[in-house]
């Protein structure tokens, strides 16, 4: 009987935990608009922020490729 109830607990845990994880799909989709036609305020600014983070990224994933094949 406990070992039953434990795993009730465990499943219903589970569940608050999972479905506190859920990400909005809509949360972004006014940017998302306007950058597909380019008319977000500030638009060379956001895009040169946007292409540092993504050299960043890469940066990253290089130096980690570079570690790992040491």
Known sequence: MKLNLHR???????LLIL???GQKSDSNQPN???DAIDA?????????AEDAG?????AGQ???EAI???
């Open 8 to 14: 009730y607990l465990l499943i219903a845990s589970t």
């Open 19 to 21: 479905s506190g994880c």
């Open 32 to 34: 998302g608009i306007k």
């Open 40 to 48: 977000r305020p500030n638009e060379e600014l956001r895009d040169a």
């Open 54 to 58: 993504d050299a960043v990224k890469e």
């Open 62 to 64: 290089d130096m980690k």
């Open 68 to 70: 790992q094949g040491s």
